[in-house]
């Protein structure tokens, strides 16, 4: 059953990135010519997007790795989140990648309980810290992948 909730939702990101990334950014002579006033604010229609996607996949980590028998599919998840992330939002990727370490750690913390064995707990807090230092690193790489695909 997660293995194909996981299958779902890298298909849903693949979908998502097909429909609401933008593969192609401005060139310099394009960003130029918008005038300062024009440029994007912070939160825009495209940062919500993410939210939202960031919120799913969230719930999605912790339940891996309150399943998981090893730390390998948390991380594969974790890692395939994040560079879903960076590839979505190349700039603003710090902050959705921020959010959802949060989201990760307080819906372990708050809406899961603590296992039973000291085998379990340090498998889980392994697969959970790891999965959270990994979503920094996979969503700078998701970004950098996007940035280097849209160069002319």
Same mark, same amino acid.
Request: proline share 3%; net charge positive; charged share 15%.
């Given at each position: ?5 996981v299958v779902i939702t890298l298909l849903g990101? =693949? ?7 933008? *593969? ?19 939160f825009d229609k495209k940062l919500i997007a993410?939210?939202?996607? #960031?919120?799913?996949? &969230? ?5 891996? #790795?309150?399943?998981?028998?090893? #730390? ?6 974790? #890692?395939?989140?994040? =560079?879903? =992330? ?8 710090w902050f959705l990648a921020l959010v959802q ?21 340090? *498998?889980?807090? $392994?697969?959970?810290?790891? &999965? =959270? ?6 969503? $700078? ?7 280097? *695909?849209?160069?002319?």
């Amino acid at each position: 059953m997660l293995e194909a909730l996981v299958v779902i939702t890298l298909l849903g990101y =693949i979908l998502y990135l097909r429909n609401y990334a933008d *593969l192609r950014s401005k060139s310099k002579k394009e960003q130029a010519d918008i005038p300062q006033s024009r440029r994007s604010p912070f939160f825009d229609k495209k940062l919500i997007a993410g939210l939202v996607m #960031v919120v799913f996949t &969230s719930v999605l980590v912790v339940a891996v #790795v309150k399943r998981a028998e090893s #730390v390998h599919l948390p991380y594969l998840v974790a #890692v395939c989140a994040a =560079i879903a =992330i960076g590839f979505a939002e190349p700039k603003k990727g710090w902050f959705l990648a921020l959010v959802q370490s949060v989201l990760v750690i307080s819906g372990y913390f708050l809406f899961t309980k603590l296992p039973e064995t000291t085998s379990a707990t340090e *498998l889980e807090n $392994f697969s959970l810290y790891g &999965s =959270i230092i990994l979503t920094f690193v996979a969503s $700078f790489l998701g970004g950098f992948m996007k940035r280097a *695909l849209s160069m002319n």
